[in-house]
């Protein structure tokens, strides 16, 4: 059963927080429309605090690199957090900034 909070949560997400995200990602490519120089500057800002400049920091999960070749999956837990993680959902960034992110994310060593 879903509380009253998570059906209000799910309410929301789904008629405000959908993306298209064939317009954001060359699926044959698997590459984000985004600037990994941009992005790296955002990450070691935001992101780096927790999962570290190489994407390693957080224990028993993957190392970023190495799961960032599905842009689709990137973008979703960029935006939406990781559920029962104290991922957060980064929405008031642009979504280019988001973009930009998972490009740099696709750089990062994968173990
Ligand atoms: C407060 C700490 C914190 C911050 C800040 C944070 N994360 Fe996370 N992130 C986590 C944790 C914890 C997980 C869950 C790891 C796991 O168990 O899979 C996670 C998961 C992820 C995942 C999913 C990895 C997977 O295995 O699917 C991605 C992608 C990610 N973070 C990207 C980012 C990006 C990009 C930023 C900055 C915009 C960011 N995170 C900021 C803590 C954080």
Redesign the pocket.
């Known amino acids: 059963m879903l509380s009253a909070g998570d059906m209000s949560d799910l309410a929301l997400f789904v008629s405000k927080g959908q993306v298209d995200m064939a317009k954001h990602i060359d699926y044959t490519a698997k590459k984000p429309k985004g600037n990994a120089a941009k992005g790296e500057v ?2 070691n800002t ?2 780096a ?3 570290g400049k190489d994407g390693k920091k ?1 224990k ?3 190392a ?1 690199g190495s ?1 960032a070749s599905n842009p689709q ?2 973008l979703h ?2 935006l939406n957090g ?1 559920p029962g ?4 959902a ?1 929405r008031a960034l642009d979504i280019q900034i988001s973009l930009d ?1 998972v490009a740099h ?1 696709q750089t990062l060593p994968k173990e």
């Open positions: 955002y990450f935001l992101c605090g927790c999962h957080v028993d999960a993957p970023l799961v999956e990137m837990k960029v990781q993680e104290s991922m957060p980064m992110l994310l």
